[in-house]
């Protein structure tokens, strides 16, 4: 943890207007320092950094906050990664934090391992570039692409040239073991003189793919002609994992500020084409499925994804494992769409075709999430029977399931049911059950109205009260009991983990960077008021650091949500100090919660072979947490 008292020293001796003017053009404008947002698209500047306040604002999308946020918006790096660079540059030494000096030493070793491949790659990408330039053959396959030189040099497309050692003239020495763990160079056979080397990629466009900070970590390369594999990409190494990174997204980061949603496509041509013609916030998965780790990082940048995929069979795969990565970051206030091309096109030939105009017609007709739930649950169902209706319910359960629980989720039942023909209370009662169809508290017997058809209340619940003979008017409580201030109010669930663990977080903000990426996402996905306030939270450190809850409420106060931080946590005063511990603990009672609801959801869609399998891991792993919170207990 950095000390709050050190985040305010760092500030004080940075000048914002320094660390902005390293990424734009700024220009005095009386006292402050104007210039062109970085983080949306605008001719006319409305970007301010004041000097006197140490912060940048823009009128154009609203972006603010200090010189840490700035570079955590912009570099797209972590808190502490900013505090650091930031520390490096005013030549202040960050506090120690609180691991071992074993566990420091590893991450360093790691940390310094992860930037030598990153200077390897990078070094790799210039001389592709180079070569580009060399290359009348691949130059003209870019143009007949439709690709202009500003293009290529944006996304800093190259060329790998034919031969099998032509990387030798890029590296002191080709023998560098960093050539093959950083995915460039393939080595076979055993060392000596029978070991051979040579490059991965020969006669290919190359594609380096960088990750949000933009540092170079991979590289997807094109034949030029006929030959397989079309697309080949780095193998897995430490910097690059494909499940987790998506092509475009650095230099997409701009174009999703300012459409206002991500397009996902399937290949690296289909981003570049895109941008080429205007479509500027296009990314693409890398010669993979969309995972759920892409679309919670997309939702990092944006609340609307649309994703596009060609028309046939294939492309209708893709959008089946797209829909179901997407299903769980569904929240009611996110825009999940799907759009689907004729089978003979894919987004590069058909804006080559057809243009910018009507591709934009095309991702203003995209299928709403809801619909393609439904069209995929349908899919070879005959409604017109019983038998395909009571199909189409088991194919749209587990999608349904897989919903956070919102409004969304009672709309889509609503759905299902009418297109099943079933009343919505009898599905209700069917996949949630008949308690959960039933009010969650009951009225007083007092106070409750009797209804058509309810049976009547017996003789002794309906015989007058007999008062006593002491009873004064204006005194409606009886002697020697305390007045009940809740009476007459609804009653109320008792906190559970979700509430103790965001109290715990509001007073212990600066743990929010100690906790796990998993926790983070485990916080983001609560339903409702929960997870609201969770991004509000991530979104206020992002930009001022970790601040105690004195420093903390007033700015509640002032973005309208103090009231509700209030309401969901109870008080947010403790007779004891929190700790990090206790905050744990909730997480670990969350996580408990999650894995039993989703134990319980597969029980009930009749499991069978590798879903029985799911559920005894399940189950293990719900031990596991239960052992690790009596061992913290003990």
């Known amino acids: 943890m950095i000390p709050p008292g050190f985040i305010q020293d760092l500030l004080a001796r940075v000048d914002i207007v320094e660390v902005v003017g390293r990424h734009v053009d700024l220009k005095k404008a009386g006292i402050n320092h104007k210039g062109l ?44 990664d900013a505090v650091q660079d930031l520390a490096q540059q005013v030549g202040m030494q960050v506090p120690e934090d609180e691991r071992s000096p074993a566990e420091r030493e590893r991450a360093a070793q790691q940390k310094q391992r992860q930037a030598t491949l990153t200077e390897v790659l990078e070094r790799a990408s210039r001389h592709y570039r180079h070569q580009l330039k060399q290359s009348p053959r691949a130059i003209d396959y870019l143009k007949r692409r439709g690709l202009t030189g500003q293009i290529a040099a944006r996304f800093a497309l190259g060329y790998a040239p034919e031969g099998w050692r032509a990387l030798a003239s890029a590296f002191p020495s080709y023998d560098d073991p960093l050539l093959s763990e950083a995915g460039l160079v393939i080595v076979q056979g055993e060392e000596g003189t029978e070991q051979k080397r040579y490059d991965r990629f020969r006669d290919r466009i190359m594609f380096p793919i960088r990750n949000v900070q933009g540092e170079t970590i991979g590289f997807g390369g094109r034949v030029l002609d006929k030959g397989e594999p079309k697309y080949l990409n780095s193998p897995e190494t430490p910097v690059f994992s494909k499940g987790r990174e998506l092509y475009g997204l650095f230099e997409g980061r701009q174009g999703l500020r300012s459409r206002g949603y991500a397009l996902v496509v399937e290949g690296y ?119 395909g209706r009571a199909r189409l319910l088991a194919n749209a359960r587990p999608l349904w399931a897989a919903l956070p629980a919102g409004l969304l989720q009672r709309q889509l039942l609503g759905d299902l049911a009418r297109r099943a023909q079933l009343p919505d209370q009898e599905l209700i009662s069917l996949w949630q059950g008949s308690a959960k169809s039933m009010p969650e508290t009951r009225q007083d017997s007092e106070t409750q109205p009797q ?184």
Request: charged share 25%.
């Open 451 to 634: 209804t058509a058809g309810e049976q009547p209340r017996s003789s002794k619940d309906t015989a007058p009260r007999a008062w006593k003979k002491d009873w004064k008017p204006g005194s409606w409580k009886r002697r020697g009991e305390p007045i009940d201030e809740t009476q007459g109010l609804p009653r109320r669930q008792p906190p559970g983990p979700a509430d103790h663990a965001l109290r715990l977080l509001l007073l212990g903000n600066q743990w929010w960077e100690q906790l796990s990426a998993d926790d983070q996402h485990l916080l983001h996905e609560l339903p409702g008021s929960h997870g609201e306030m969770v991004r509000w939270l991530e979104r206020f450190l992002v930009h001022h650091g970790p601040c105690p809850w004195s420093a903390l409420e007033p700015v509640l106060e002032a973005d309208g949500m103090l009231d509700q931080a209030r309401r969901l946590t109870s008080g947010l005063h403790a007779e004891q100090e929190p700790l990090l511990e206790d905050l744990q603990h909730m997480l670990r009672k969350l996580r408990i919660e999650h894995i039993n609801e989703q134990v319980r959801q597969l029980i009930g869609s009749n499991p069978q072979g590798e879903d029985l399998q799911r559920i005894a891991q399940m189950r293990a792993e719900i031990e596991s947490l239960r052992q690790a919170g009596l061992a913290s207990a003990g």
């Open 269 to 387: 041509m289909d981003v570049v084409a895109l941008a080429q013609s205007g479509f500027d916030n296009a990314v693409a998965t890398l010669g993979t499925a969309c995972t759920a780790e892409h679309v919670h990082k997309l939702f990092r940048f944006t609340d609307s994804v649309i994703f596009s995929f060609d028309g046939d069979a294939a492309g209708r795969r893709a959008a089946g494992r797209a829909l179901e990565a997407a299903l769980p970051h569904a929240s009611d206030t996110r825009t999940i769409k799907f759009l689907f091309l004729p089978a003979e096109h894919d987004p590069d030939s058909y804006v080559r075709e057809f243009g910018a105009a009507a591709f934009e017609r095309c991702v203003e007709d995209a299928v709403p999430l809801s619909r393609q739930i439904l069209e995929s649950a349908a899919e070879g169902c005959d409604l017109s029977s019983a038998e």
């Open 37 to 80: 947002c970085p983080f949306h698209g605008e001719k006319s500047p409305s970007f301010i950094v004041s000097p006197t306040r140490q912060t940048y604002h823009c009128f154009g999308c609203g972006v603010h906050g200090n010189a840490i946020g700035f570079l955590m918006e912009h570099s797209g790096i972590g808190f502490i």
